[in-house]
């Protein structure tokens, strides 16, 4: 069955950094956009950054653009989240999910991982 496992969230301080990984199995992970969303508490899904399947074209949400860094390795079927200059603002669970579509303008899942959790606060 599709798995998404995710790992590398912790607690940071503002302006630290974490790098999130999504280990992926089940599916053929390299046909597949794949997307980080992340939900804060009290807050709705946000999508945050999303991928093509060569890793060649990358997508970001306007408050982590330069900040963020999405990319994977298909060899290893994982993806990864390189998260720069955290901010509060950032705390949230974040989850990896696989695009449904093979295009950055339809941004809808069907499968996507229980999340980890990432803390920025001093």
């Known amino acids: 069955q599709v798995q998404l496992v995710e790992s590398g969230g912790g607690l940071v301080q503002p302006g630290g950094s974490l790098r999130l990984s999504c280990a992926a199995s089940?599916?053929?992970?390299?046909?597949?956009?794949m997307s980080w969303v992340r939900q804060a508490p009290g807050k709705g899904l946000e999508w945050v950054s999303g991928?093509?399947?060569?890793?060649?074209?990358?997508s970001y949400a306007d408050s982590v653009k330069g900040r963020f860094t999405i990319s994977r390795d298909n060899a290893k079927n994982t993806l990864y989240l390189q998260m720069n200059n955290l901010k509060p603002e950032d705390t949230a669970l974040y989850s990896c999910?696989?695009?449904?579509?093979?295009?950055?303008?339809?941004?809808?899942?069907?499968?996507w991982g229980q999340g980890t959790q990432v803390t920025v606060s001093s």
């Open positions: 999910a696989r695009n449904i579509y093979a295009t950055f303008r339809r941004n809808d899942y069907d499968y």
């Open positions: 991928i093509n399947t060569g890793g060649s074209s990358t």
């Open positions: 089940g599916f053929t992970f390299r046909s597949s956009y």
